[in-house]
C-alpha cells in the first residue's frame, strides 16, 4: 500500500499531475472559492465558471506566445470534449469545409469536378498520425487523402525514423491542399519532430508534448492536444485555431453544398467556428478539468521569469535535460537500444528495448522498477518493449531515481 | 463564506452531487485504491480502470433493468464524450447508417431515388428536443427531418404542454424512419414526458432525469443522457443501446456509400459500433467521471430492498415525494404560477412565474432565497423565471427548507 511519494509514474497518458495541483484540487471538489458548492458541480455559465476559463486561456497565451483573440492575426484558444482522437475528425470536418467554401470564391461551375482534386496531406510518422490519416480517409475517401511521407518505408516496415524532406510527396499545388497534418510527437513510437514542417494550411496534433517546448504558432493554422498528458486530465481537448480559417475571417461552407458533393459534415460539438463563438461553451464544458489545467500552467509560468519569452522555455529546459540524463544511460550500455532513430528520439516517450527485445530481461526489468516504485513503464501493447513517459510532471528527482535503476539493471544485466 | 452544509443548490446542471461520494472523491484523486497514483492519472487501459467501468455498468443495469450485454435482445452501456449535444448527432449518424444499410438489404437500384424517402421523426416538446432537431436537419438535411408534433403550436408559441397524439403526424410508412426522437424531460421547459410515446426506432434523450424513474428499456433502440445532472459529473455521457442496432447484429452502411448518397459520415468517436466494440476504450476515457458515477449508482442500489425490481423505484418515489410537494404549495397560491400544463409537469425542473413573471418580483424572490442559502433557483437565461431542479442530490431536508421559503415568501406577497 504505497503513499504518493513512495511512487514513481512514468505512464504514457493520462500522466502524473503535480502533488499541489491534486491537493488544492480535493479542495474545491466539496467547495469552490467559498461558495459552499463544489467546482463540478457550480454551472458553466457562472461568474466563477467564466472566470476559470478565462484564466486558464491566459495562461496558456503566456506560455507560448499565442497571439491575442482579436484580428485576423489572433487565434482562438478552445476547449472540446472528445480527446486528440476527436480532433482527428474535427480538423477534416474543418478544413475540408474551408476549402470548399474557397474554392466557390473561385469557382462557381462544375464544382463536382473541382472537388476531385481536393488534397489532405498526412506525414505519417507514427501510429497516431497514422491513425488521423485513416479517420481523414474514412471521413473523405482514401482518393482525397495524400501520404506525404510513411516512415515505415524507410525504415523495415516500423516507424522510428522522419525521412529527410526531400523524398516527401507533398501536393503540388497549394490550392488543392485542405491541409498539411502531422503529429509532433509519436507516444507509441518515441518519435519527435525536432522543429515543424512546411506545407500550407499546417495542423498539428501536440497532445503529448504540449507545453514541453516553445512552439512555433505562427507557423499553424491549427494546434490541437488532449488534456491527460502535459496539460491535466482526460475530459478536454485544447485546440489553438487561427482566425484566419474561422469566421467573419474565412468562410465556411454550407452543409448542404457539402452533401451534395458528398463531402462530410461534423457534429456541432466538433464545430470549430460554433465552439469559438461561445468561447467553448455551446453545451456544457467539464470545468472542473479546465481548472486543474490552469493550475498546471500557473505552476509553469510561477517558475519561470516573467521577462522571458516565451515563458515555457523554462519547463523546456527541464523536460530536455531529464531526457538527456536518460538517453546518456541507455546509449552507454548494450544492453538497452533506444527504438527511433537519434535525430528524432522523443523528449517526452523514451521508448527502448532490453538486450533487443528479450522477453525474459524486459519482464524483469519491470519487476525491478517497480519493487523500487517506478511504475508505468511497459511499452504500448502495439509495440512491445519500454517506454518512459518524461512529462512534466515527472520531478527531476523521480527521473535521477529511475536514471540510478537504469545503470543498476544494466550492471546486474553486464555482471 | 458559507460551507457545503450551509447551502442548498438548486441549479440546472451541473448538478449537485452527494457530499459523502465527493469526499471520497477528493481522497481517490491523490492516491487510488492504494496504489499511491491518483484516480485521474491511472491508465484508462490498467485493471483499476476496468475494474471501475465493469462496476458503473453493472449498478446502472440492476438500477434500470437493463437486459444483459449478449445476444440480439441484450443493450450495451457506452460512455462517451461530447454531452447530450454530441449524442444528437450521433444518433443521427448511427441510425442514418442503419436505416441505409437495412434499405439495401431490400433494394439494390434506384438508391438515389429511395434515399429520398428517408425520415427522421422527431417530437419537438421543448428547447432540446427542438435543438436536437435542428441539428438533424443540419446533418441530413431539414427534408428528412419530419415534426412529428410541435408543442408551440398548441400553446401560443411557447412549451409547455404535450399535444394529444391524435394530433401527431409520424412518418406514415415505418420502413421509411431513421429514427423516432424524443427528449424525456425538458430542463429548460420544465416538461416531462409522463410515459415514452411510441414510434419505430425510438430514442430517448434523458439528460436530465436520468436514475429519477423507471424507465421501459426494451421500449428504445437508445436511450442517452449527459451525466452532468442525476448521475455524476460533466465530461462522459451514457448511452445504453439495444444490441438489435449494432453489430453484429445489425450491418451499417459503408462511408463511400453514405458519402455517395449525401448522407453524413460522422467521427470515429461519436460512432456507437466503434465504441461498443472497444468496451468504450476507443481512445482515452475520463475513468474519474466513470468512477462518481458509480458512486453515486452505488448509493441508490444501497438504499433499494434487493429484491426490487428495479431497484430505481425506491429514489423515484423520493423525486416524486419531493415534486409533490413542491408543486402543491405552488398551487396553494396566487403568487405562483407553474409554467408547464399539469399533465406534463416535471419531476426534476419545476418553472414557475411569480406574479405572472413580475420582474421586481422575482429578484426579490432570488434575493430572498440566496439568504436562506437557497443558490442556482434563476430560470433558463432563454425563458427567465424561476427553475427548482429537483435532482436526485437535492437532500429532502434541502426540498423542505425550500418548500418553506415558498410558503413565507407567499405570505409575505399577499399580505
Given amino acids: 500500500m504505497p503513499s504518493r511519494d513512495q511512487v514513481h509514474y512514468f505512464g504514457a497518458g493520462p500522466a502524473p499531475l503535480p502533488t499541489p495541483v491534486l491537493e488544492e484540487a480535493s479542495k474545491v471538489l466539496l467547495n469552490y472559492n467559498d461558495s459552499g458548492v463544489g467546482i463540478t458541480e457550480i454551472s458553466h455559465r457562472s461568474p466563477d465558471a467564466n472566470a476559470i476559463l478565462a484564466h486558464t486561456q491566459s495562461c496558456l497565451r503566456k506560455l507560448l506566445d499565442i497571439p491575442e483573440s482579436d484580428g485576423p492575426d489572433g487565434y482562438q484558444i478552445m476547449f472540446l470534449q472528445g480527446g486528440g482522437s476527436g480532433e482527428f475528425s474535427a480538423v477534416v470536418y474543418h478544413m475540408v469545409s474551408l476549402w470548399l467554401a474557397r474554392l466557390t470564391t473561385r469557382k462557381q461551375q462544375g464544382l463536382d469536378n473541382e472537388v476531385q482534386k481536393m488534397k489532405l496531406d498526412y506525414l505519417v510518422t507514427g501510429s497516431w498520425s497514422l491513425k488521423a490519416s485513416q479517420e481523414a480517409a474514412r471521413l473523405v475517401g482514401s482518393e482525397h487523402v495524400n501520404v506525404v511521407t510513411d516512415s515505415r518505408k524507410h525504415n523495415d516496415g516500423k516507424f522510428g525514423v522522419i525521412p529527410s524532406q526531400d523524398s516527401w510527396t507533398p501536393t503540388n499545388h497549394a490550392d488543392d491542399v485542405a491541409l498539411t497534418y502531422y503529429c509532433d510527437n509519436e507516444t507509441v513510437d518515441g518519435v519527435e519532430f525536432p522543429s515543424a514542417p512546411d506545407g500550407p494550411n499546417l495542423v498539428a496534433d501536440m497532445s503529448s508534448n504540449f507545453l514541453s517546448r516553445p512552439v512555433d504558432v505562427r507557423k499553424h493554422v491549427a494546434i490541437f492536444g488532449g488534456a491527460q498528458k502535459n496539460v491535466g486530465t482526460t475530459g478536454i481537448t485544447i485546440a489553438i485555431v487561427s482566425n484566419s480559417i474561422l469566421p467573419p475571417h474565412a468562410g465556411m461552407a454550407d452543409s448542404k453544398l457539402l452533401r451534395k458533393l458528398g463531402l462530410p459534415v461534423g457534429p456541432i460539438v466538433l464545430d470549430w467556428p460554433t465552439i469559438a463563438k461561445n468561447n467553448s461553451l455551446y453545451n456544457t464544458l467539464p470545468i472542473f478539468d479546465v481548472w486543474i489545467a490552469g493550475q498546471v500552467m500557473q505552476r509553469l509560468l510561477d517558475q519561470s521569469p516573467e521577462d522571458q519569452s516565451p515563458r515555457i522555455a523554462t519547463q523546456a529546459a527541464e523536460s ?37 527485445g528479450d522477453a525474459e530481461a524486459e519482464k524483469a526489468f519491470l519487476k525491478g522498477a517497480e519493487s523500487r516504485g517506478l511504475l508505468g513503464l511497459k511499452g504500448h501493447r502495439s509495440v512491445g518493449g519500454i517506454r518512459i513517459s518524461n512529462y512534466n510532471a515527472v520531478p527531476v528527482a523521480a527521473a535521477e531515481k529511475l536514471a540510478q535503476y537504469l545503470k543498476d539493471f544494466a550492471k546486474e544485466q553486464e555482471g
Fill in 320 to 356: 530536455n535535460k531529464k531526457a538527456d540524463m536518460l538517453y546518456s544511460i541507455l546509449d552507454s550500455s548494450d544492453v538497452y537500444s533506444v527504438v527511433p532513430d537519434k535525430s528524432v528520439r522523443s523528449r517526452m516517450n523514451i521508448c527502448l528495448r532490453i538486450k533487443g
